[in-house]
């Protein structure tokens, strides 16, 4: 039996003085080494989801475990130290080298130095960015899509049991998002213990890289299966008119040969 990684019971977020339900009493499980897509419209719930994960955010009401244990009781740092955390905004520190970036949580780690740069060529070569060419310049030296490799080397850096994903690749153009895509999914075959959990708006990304695909509408989970089950019985409208955006498109570029 796969071991769980992340459970929700019954989680609610509410927000604001008017208390608005971010997330609204969702229940669900992760296994190890799965790849989960968060697939739903803005404002769904789906960041909030993430955040809760790494605990930057805080439930109102339910409860959350990580490998069985509830992270309200965890230590956060701890916590943190197994979860790897990319957002589209990279947030590469400017001053640093490529290779500075990677080492930063193995240094506050206080791994040997020798691991250190041995783990920085090993996670270059993993983001097929070459360790010769590429260590030691700055982040504004790199293209949108090398920076955000990076960003995936430095959150894999310390080794962590999960990596959450937000929206990684939503600011690059579509060839290299694709390109990107492919590499994450081959890296996630190459760690296979490890658990992604990534959250998109673009279905095709969702359906294209997860193992399952948890669909959120207006902060309720509207069904959580295998892409190949979603399409073969999708279970609300939402999910149905989702599907139907796909079909759109398809006949839009049928049309057009
Ligand atoms: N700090 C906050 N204060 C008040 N409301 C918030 C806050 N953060 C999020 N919300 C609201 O909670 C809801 C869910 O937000 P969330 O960011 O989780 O959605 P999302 O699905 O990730 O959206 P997007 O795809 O646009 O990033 C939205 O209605 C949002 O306006």
Redesign the pocket.
């Known amino acids: 039996m796969l071991q769980t990684v992340i459970e929700f019971k019954n989680v609610t977020?509410l927000?604001?003085e008017e208390k608005?339900k971010?997330?609204d009493d969702i229940s669900f499980a992760i296994k190890e080494g799965e790849f989960i897509t968060?697939l739903?419209?803005?404002?769904?719930?789906?960041?909030?989801?993430?955040?809760m994960i790494n605990r930057l955010?805080r439930e109102d009401s339910g409860n959350i475990t990580f490998f069985g244990e509830d992270i309200s009781e965890m230590n956060e740092v701890d916590l943190r130290r197994e979860i790897g955390y990319v957002v589209q905004q990279i947030g590469l520190f400017p001053h640093m080298t490529v290779a500075q970036n990677i080492a930063t949580v193995p240094e506050l780690l206080k791994w040997d130095k020798k691991d250190i740069q041995s783990r920085i060529k090993e996670l270059l070569a993993l983001v097929q960015l070459d360790p010769e060419i590429f260590a030691d310049r700055k982040p504004k030296e790199l293209s949108g899509g090398q920076q955000q490799r990076v960003g995936v080397a430095r959150a894999l850096a310390a080794n962590p049991k999960v990596m959450l994903l937000?929206?990684p690749f939503g600011a690059v153009d579509a060839i290299t998002r694709l390109q990107l895509q492919k590499e994450l999914q081959k890296i996630h075959k190459e760690l296979s213990d490890k658990t992604f959990v990534l959250?998109t708006?673009d279905i095709n990304e969702a359906f294209k890289l997860g193992t399952r695909v948890l669909i959120?509408d207006k902060?309720k989970v509207c069904q959580f299966d295998t892409p190949q089950e979603i399409i073969r019985n999708p279970k609300t409208e939402f999910v149905v008119n989702l599907i139907a955006t796909v079909k759109e498109h398809e006949a839009f570029w049928g049309e057009l040969k």
Do not use: F, P, R
Request: glycine share 20%; net charge positive; hydrophobic share 30%.
């Open positions: 977020k927000y604001g608005s971010a997330v968060v739903g419209s803005s404002g769904s719930g789906k960041t909030t989801i993430l955040k955010i937000d929206e959250v708006h959120m902060g």
